[in-house]
């Protein structure tokens, strides 16, 4: 039976629920649809559900783990150390916790959203750009087992599909137009490096700067609550994060938020324009604390005078 998973974590989401319900039994987020624009209140226990999305090992060598179970384990930590760091002044400053920076590492690559944008990467023609960004391993990469399992190339022209084990085969295909499906075995291994890439290798790069909105203002979140934007895109690969100009956006409730860029001058970012930023990246839903930031928040999402 396939496991009832949280691609956003509850413990994550509770962080952003509608302050008059934080004492109540049942407290509640006001859920925004991209699609509809229909604001309507959710438990979150009850948002980000997708079955059986990480039943696998995901890259770990022993095939008894998951990495469901992997993933309980960065939540239990940064569950807590959200929570502490949230109650600290800005004035206090310190350097984050790695337990928060290891979980925005996980989320930022373990969502259905980041998923198809690694599967849409995937097929798209290489860059002849001059200018591309090539981003080299981590340390210890060298030391990571390498493991056969059968990928599956289609032809685009019949749709048929194949199980290929070698790689020359596999490449061969690719050259004649084939289309690689990232399957979900390709998938929950792919995000473990990638969560391990943005953990060791993208974000230490990043200075990071602490945002407090004014009273009653608010952040939000979204199914992709860790967004970024490099050279005025969204929706880049990681690999673009080398960009000077890239800023990392990841709100932690909806009163803390942290940026990441580089270079450490001022930062002068209003509420606003983070909970544009985090609609404009969503892939279906944002959330927040009440109901008129996240109906801002969805009419910002496209307007061009931000």
């Known amino acids: 039976m396939s496991t ?6 509850k413990f994550y989401l509770s962080g952003f629920v509608a302050p008059e319900s934080e004492r109540e ?54 569950s807590s150390a959200i929570r502490n760091f949230a109650t600290k002044r800005i004035e206090d400053g310190g350097p984050i916790p790695l337990e928060i920076t290891r979980f925005l590492a ?16 995937a097929n798209e023609p290489p860059s002849d750009s001059e200018n591309e960004v090539v981003e080299p391993p981590p ?72 945002l407090q909105p004014p009273d009653r203002e608010y952040f939000i979140t979204s199914d992709r609550s860790v967004a970024w934007l490099a050279d005025g895109y969204a929706d880049t690969p990681p690999a673009a994060l080398r960009h000077p100009t890239t800023q990392v956006v990841a709100p932690l409730n909806k009163t803390v938020a942290l940026v990441g860029r580089h270079g450490a001058g001022t930062l002068g970012v209003t509420p606003s324009e983070v909970n544009r930023f985090i609609a404009f990246a969503a892939s279906g839903w944002i959330a927040g604390p009440t109901s008129d930031v996240v109906r801002q928040a969805l009419s910002d999402r496209h307007d061009p005078r931000h």
């Open 25 to 78: 039994r049942n407290p509640f987020v006001w859920v925004g649809s991209l699609t509809t624009g229909e604001i309507t209140k959710r438990s979150p226990k009850n948002i980000s559900i997708s079955r059986g999305l990480y039943d696998g090992c995901g890259g770990f060598s022993e095939p008894e783990t998951i990495i469901e179970a992997h993933l309980a384990k960065i939540e239990s930590a940064a």
């Open 139 to 210: 340390p210890g990469f060298e030391n990571i087992v390498d493991r056969s399992r059968p990928m599956c190339p289609e032809d685009p022209s019949t749709g048929a599909r194949r199980e290929v084990i070698a790689e020359q085969e596999f490449y061969a295909l690719r050259r004649q137009g084939w289309k690689w499906i990232i399957r979900r075995d390709d998938h929950l291994e792919m995000l473990h490096i990638q969560a391990w890439y943005f953990q060791v290798r993208h974000f230490p790069r990043l200075s990071w700067v602490r």
């Open 4 to 9: 009832r998973a949280h691609t956003v974590p």
């Open 106 to 121: 996980w989320q930022a690559a373990r969502t259905p959203g980041w998923m198809d944008l690694v599967q849409r990467w």
